[in-house]
Nanobody, 121 residues
Framework: VQLQASGGGLVQDGGSLRLSCAAS????????MGWFRQAPGKEREFVAA????????YVDSSVKGRFTMSRDNAKNTVYLQMNSLKPEDTAVYYC???????????????WGQGTLVTVSS
């Protein structure tokens, strides 16, 4: 499956952004989808994931209550709604696809190219 992330940009502290990830290729609805992020000088980390049908979502404690993940299988797209953004949320955000849910980046075989989110203080 090929993934294309978009929606990043520059936003002020406390602002909002919505990231999108469009999928093509294999059957999108067969995959768990996730969002990860990588800040400068840091390792890539798990942000959120959503089950095949969208019934279950999982978010990291660092973004819980601020970020929400959703998917539209008819459009082959997943979204990450990010509210109350903080400077520490600044990172390149990547969408990913996998047959299973895991916080381990090595368990995700499909990756988008990343979209940069910058939160200014």
């Amino acid at each position: 499956v090929q993934l294309q992330a978009s929606g990043g940009g520059l936003v002020q502290d406390g602002g909002s952004l919505r990231l999108s990830c469009a999928a093509s290729g294999r059957t999108f609805s067969n995959y768990v989808m996730g969002w990860f992020r990588q800040a400068p000088g840091k390792e890539r980390e798990f942000v959120a994931a959503i089950s095949w049908g969208g019934e279950n979502t999982y978010v990291d404690s660092s973004v819980k209550g601020r970020f929400t993940m959703s998917r539209d299988n008819a459009k082959n797209t997943v979204y990450l709604q990010m509210n109350s953004l903080k400077p520490e949320d600044t990172a390149v955000y990547y969408c990913a696809g996998s047959a299973i849910l895991s916080k381990d980046t090595n368990r995700w075989p499909y990756w988008g190219q990343g979209t940069l989110v910058t939160v200014s203080s």
